[in-house]
């Protein structure tokens, strides 16, 4: 919303020394948020005076334009007090006019320097200019012709022109609609300064009568008021004033005509939507109602539209002539032509006008203001208005009748405890100040609470009427105080295990992030995924942010790949990234309920509702790729690979107390032969591994790129709360080292997982240090050598005991896994 400051004032009485940026900021404390202060006059430099023409000779020219030279009277403005002789190429204006003229040595909006120059032969010491040139509309046509009395030759212009009058744009929110109105703006402004103020809407208005246009409203909730006065004998070639123009302007909307600039100019001054019709086109009485099934109504902007039975429509005997409160239709358009006008103020439901906007996605500004709730008892005084305006500036006259249909709502009062505001707030707000400031914004005592205005429908509990307290006493006065933590709470077993996790990671050299949790088929591709994977499986989003990431996600790495290339793509040598985040997969429940905002819905209700949700697992994912050390003076570097991914895992394992089992496997997006499945329990918990080398490419990733994805959610149930501290033995460690001889499919963790289960409780760890290949073992073979390490915690173990745990392991692995010791 654009406040002209000179508007402002009108209705006002600011105190003196009040500038602009003081307004503005006063403004913007009781809620009404600056978005710009603009001041047309500020490009503008130099004698911007007011010139009366004296003399304009046209001079056809050779290329086939015709110039006029004309000299000019400007005062003492160019410091001689004789003519001025300007060349112009505009033909609007004749010798006597009053123009506006800037003189050599001033500066237009967009550092356009004047100067004396010699032009078509003469030498032209200035310009009369044109409102295009001076930054105040798009008019290039012809130049600015003032009206009589706007000022005497050399006089400034700025004044005349308005260029000194400064305009705040506001960002109105939508609980404010009344703000979207200088009525509504002024009162603000008289709010903040508890200045006079004068309602332009506090006129006398005709009484009603039986001789106006007949009315009839189908739907009285939906079009509560319907006020109808007709203009006739109006002159349609009349032109708006110079001052309604410039406000028009100034507030943002392009100037049409006068029919239209004027409701344009009384919404904006009232903040009350009116539509005009040309009276000669309306046949019979007009009937307000719900639009039938398959009927169609091409609105002002020429759209052919099919309606709803929900849409408001206004018709007469030829069938619907409008939509609503949102726009009119064709069939009886304004035009250059019409001399009656009949003018329609009415009050429509906010609900209706929103889903009627939404549903034909019809922006208009009488729809932006209908939709948010407009006072409904000014719409007597919006009609006579423009009744006024349309007669003092179009000529013709006001037909007796006067149509008023319905009643407007009334307001229910609002009880609110005296010490509500105090309570909400912390601040020291006495009864009697919050009465204060409750009726200085409009509302009313009454036996049971108080009455909002009619202008704020967003007014509906005690706890908005504290709001209204507070922003008037200052949002700045509210303390700031921190809750206080209630005794023997502290944080959940969740959120503890979470920042355990967290901790390992960063100990881990990792990273946090956070992607978007949205995805698409393009990333799904990228991730290799084959059709029927369960991934691709996917919830769709009612309104997405991007057509492109329609879903949400069914896995973190997409996100967490595209943070890796982007760090690597910027210098980063190497990235290591973990990101902990739901995703979700869909379940064929049914649609979820739908309850209403205004009370708690029960336990069965949210049942129900948490019943039709999707499964929404959280879940962790880490990124490895590049440099995992760094070369240096301490020698060679090393790239990150699968075996830090399946460490990780590890580690994980070991800090939550959880057995965790890796086995070979193939998974989209690992590499396969690569890719690692983790078992807890004989549970899948997800994928670890080195990605698929068309997945690195896909990514912009470096081959070799590691990745890890698990179920946090189901790692955290199984893991410990406390994970018990290892335990050390005072007696001497056994050694034995073992070589094993097996199929190449045959995967070491198998191998080891059998010595392990073999050795029995004597073993206290057991590690691979060597692979081997080659002709001694034979072909298709390989020899996997382990470093078994033997310990009791009350013993010295004696060499049959060790020997014996040796030979248990490797029979074991004998049986499970076809291994044959190498000798």
Not at 461 to 470: G, I, K, M
Request: with cysteine.
């Amino acid at each position: 919303m654009k406040a002209p400051v000179s508007w402002i004032r009108e209705y006002v009485d600011l105190p003196d020394g009040v500038t602009t940026e003081d307004l503005a900021a006063r403004l913007t404390a009781l809620g009404l948020k600056l978005e710009a202060i603009e001041k047309p006059g500020d490009q503008i430099t130099g004698p911007l005076v007011v010139g009366r023409v004296l003399t304009m000779q046209p001079e056809p020219q050779k290329n086939g334009k015709t110039i006029n030279w004309c000299t000019v009277d400007v005062g003492d403005a160019n410091g001689t007090g004789e003519p001025q002789g300007i060349v112009c190429g505009a033909h609007n204006f004749a010798p006597g006019d009053h123009v506006v003229v800037i003189l050599p040595g001033g500066i237009l909006p967009g550092n356009f320097e004047i100067s004396a120059r010699k032009t078509y032969g003469h030498l032209s010491a200035g310009m009369i200019c044109s409102a295009r040139e001076l930054g105040l509309g798009e008019d290039h046509d012809g130049i600015i012709v003032l009206p009589e009395g706007a000022g005497a030759p050399g006089d400034s212009a700025f004044a005349v022109l308005g260029l000194d009058d400064e305009v705040i744009e506001f960002e109105i929110n939508p609980d404010r609609a009344y703000a979207l109105s200088l009525r509504g703006v002024a009162r603000e402004a008289a709010l903040a300064y508890d200045a006079p103020y004068r309602d332009p809407a506090d006129r006398p208005v005709p009484e009603p009568n039986a001789d106006g246009h007949p009315v009839q409203i189908d739907d009285p909730a939906g079009c509560p008021v319907f006020v109808a006065r007709t203009v006739r004998g109006f002159d349609p070639a009349a032109t708006s004033p110079d001052w309604m123009v410039r406000r028009l302007t100034q507030a943002g909307m392009r100037p049409i005509s006068l029919a239209v600039d004027v409701t344009n100019y009384v919404m904006l001054e009232i903040g009350r939507p009116i539509h005009g019709y040309d009276a000669d086109k309306i046949a019979g009485p007009i009937r307000v109602r719900r639009a039938a099934d398959g009927e169609r109504l091409t609105t002002l902007d020429g759209v052919d539209r099919p309606l709803s039975t929900e849409d408001l429509v206004v018709t007469d005997d030829s069938g619907i002539i409008g939509l609503g409160g949102v726009m009119g239709g064709e069939t009886t358009e304004m035009s250059s032509t019409t001399t009656s006008v009949l003018v329609e103020a009415a009050h429509w439901d906010a609900t209706s006008m929103f889903r009627t906007g939404k549903r034909h996605k019809l922006t208009s500004e009488a729809g932006k203001r209908n939709e948010r709730g407009v006072d409904p008892v000014v719409t007597q005084a919006a009609a006579d208005r423009v009744v006024e305006l349309l007669t003092t500036y179009g000529g013709g006259t006001a037909d007796a009748g006067v149509t008023v249909v319905g009643t407007p709502p009334v307001a229910t009062a609002i009880a609110m405890p005296d010490d509500l505001p105090a309570r909400v707030s912390g601040i020291d707000i006495s009864r009697e100040t919050a009465r204060q400031h409750l009726l200085a914004v409009g509302c009313e005592l009454a036996d049971d609470g108080y009455l909002p205005p009619p202008w704020r429908p967003d007014l509906t509990d005690p706890y908005d009427l504290v709001e209204e307290v507070v922003r008037v006493v200052g949002y700045d006065q509210v303390p700031s105080v921190l809750p206080r933590e209630a005794a023997g709470r502290g944080l959940t077993r969740e959120q503890r295990l979470r920042r355990r996790v967290g901790r390992l990671l960063a100990g881990a050299g990792c990273v946090e992030v956070i992607s978007f949790p949205f995805i698409g088929d393009a990333a799904l591709d990228a991730l290799g995924l084959p059709a029927d994977d369960v991934l691709r499986s996917t919830v769709k989003l009612a309104n997405p942010l991007s057509s492109e990431d329609p879903s949400y996600t069914t896995t973190l790495l997409p996100g967490l790949l595209k943070a890796a290339a982007r760090n690597l793509g910027r210098g980063a040598t190497g990235v290591s990234l973990f990101e902990t985040g739901t995703v979700a997969f869909p379940v064929d429940r049914g649609p979820a309920p739908i309850y209403g905002v205004d009370w708690r819905p029960s336990d069965d209700e949210l049942a129900k509702l948490f019943e039709a949700l999707p499964e929404q697992p959280l879940h962790l994912a880490v990124v490895l790729a590049g440099e995992r050390e760094r070369a240096g003076w301490w020698g060679a570097g090393r790239e990150a690979g699968w075996s830090d991914a399946i460490g990780i895992v590890r580690r994980l394992g070991t800090e939550l107390g959880v057995d965790v089992e890796v086995v070979s496997a193939s998974r989209a997006p690992w590499h396969p032969g690569r890719c690692a499945r983790v078992l807890v329990d004989g549970t899948e918990l997800g994928h670890a591994g080195e990605l698929h080398p068309k997945v690195c490419q896909e990514f912009g990733l470096p081959p070799r790129s590691a990745a890890v994805e698990l179920d946090l959610d189901l790692l955290m149930r199984r893991a410990r709360d406390v994970t018990p501290g290892p335990e050390f033995s005072t007696y001497p460690l056994a050694k034995e080292d073992v070589a094993l001889v097996v199929d190449v499919a045959v995967t070491t963790a198998a191998v080891e997982a059998a010595l392990r289960e073999g050795a029995g409780e004597l073993l206290e760890s057991i590690r691979l240090f060597d692979l081997f290949t080659g002709d001694q073992v034979g072909d298709g073979r390989k020899s996997l050598a382990f470093a078994l390490r033997f310990r009791a915690p009350d013993r010295t173990l004696t060499e049959e005991e060790t020997t014996a745990a040796r030979d248990a392991a490797v029979a074991l692995a004998a049986e499970r896994t076809g291994a044959v010791q190498r000798s």
